[in-house]
């Protein structure tokens, strides 16, 4: 079974904390991976994407990588109320063939960001 | 102001009744996606298109039918045979993904259907 996980929270942070957000995947072959933020009625919109192991930095924003543990984090510095939202997890999944460049979305970790 | 448009914003229709959503792109973008979501739920691939003229089912396939024409349209029609075609709708694009790397995509702002 192809799989992204995400913990659904909600995840309550206070503002200007850190907030981590976790994502797992089920297939060791994947290379692509991507985080959305999802407001309330809204479509997702772009974060970050990753491809290589180790960390990227963007603004407030770092992804994380580690392909042999298999999993992909998201950290938010100085969280503000701003970033309350849904984030999504996105990897392609799948082997080398057709199917190799769909992404497979995980349900999302809730977060609020309190004042 | 480049950027996908999707329309309507909202749609209400009732059952029995085939409907379709626009999808209108100008990022000359070659692939282009269709997801639906529901309440609580992540974003499940309905169909998926890499080039015109070509197109591919996703993992919910069953109900809906699209068309890949021209380069930046990519409608998609929920049928009347869809079960449960009440959803959020989110049109998607990217570059067409290469030696194994899947490129970001960037979403429409979606269509809401509400079928009764």
């Known amino acids: 079974q192809k799989e992204v996980e995400q913990n659904s929270g909600p995840l309550s942070v206070p503002e200007g904390a850190i907030a981590s957000l976790n994502c797992t995947y089920s297939?060791?072959?994947?290379?692509?991976f991507f985080w959305y933020r999802q407001y309330s009625g809204k479509s997702p919109e772009l974060i970050m994407f990753?491809?290589?192991?180790g960390d990227k930095e963007d603004g407030r924003f770092t992804a994380q990588l580690n392909k042999a543990s298999q999993y992909v984090s998201l950290l938010i510095r100085d969280s503000q109320p701003s970033d309350s939202a849904t984030y999504l997890c996105?990897?392609?999944?799948?082997?080398?063939?057709?199917?190799?460049?769909?992404?497979?979305f995980g349900k999302g970790t809730k977060l609020s960001v309190i004042p | 102001d480049g950027g996908i448009t999707q329309s309507p914003k909202y749609l209400f229709r009732k059952e029995g009744q085939n409907v379709t959503l626009s999808c209108e792109q100008n990022?000359?973008?070659?692939?282009m996606y269709w997801y639906r979501q529901d309440p609580g739920q992540g974003l499940r691939l309905i169909y998926y298109?890499?080039?015109?003229?070509?197109?591919q089912k996703g993992d919910i396939a069953e109900g809906y039918s699209v068309s890949r024409e021209k380069k930046e349209s990519f409608p998609l029609t929920v049928t009347s045979a869809q079960k449960n075609p009440t959803a959020f709708y989110l049109c998607?694009?990217?570059?067409?993904?290469?030696?194994?790397?899947?490129?970001?995509?960037?979403f429409g702002p979606g269509t809401r259907l509400t079928v009764t």
């Open positions: 998607a694009s990217s570059i067409e993904a290469t030696s194994g790397v899947t490129y970001e995509q960037y």
């Open positions: 297939d060791r072959g994947s290379q692509s």
């Open positions: 990753i491809y290589s192991n």
């Open positions: 996105a990897v392609n999944l799948g082997d080398s063939g057709a199917g190799s460049y769909q992404l497979t």
């Open positions: 990022l000359n973008h070659d692939a």
């Open positions: 298109s890499q080039i015109v003229n070509d197109f």
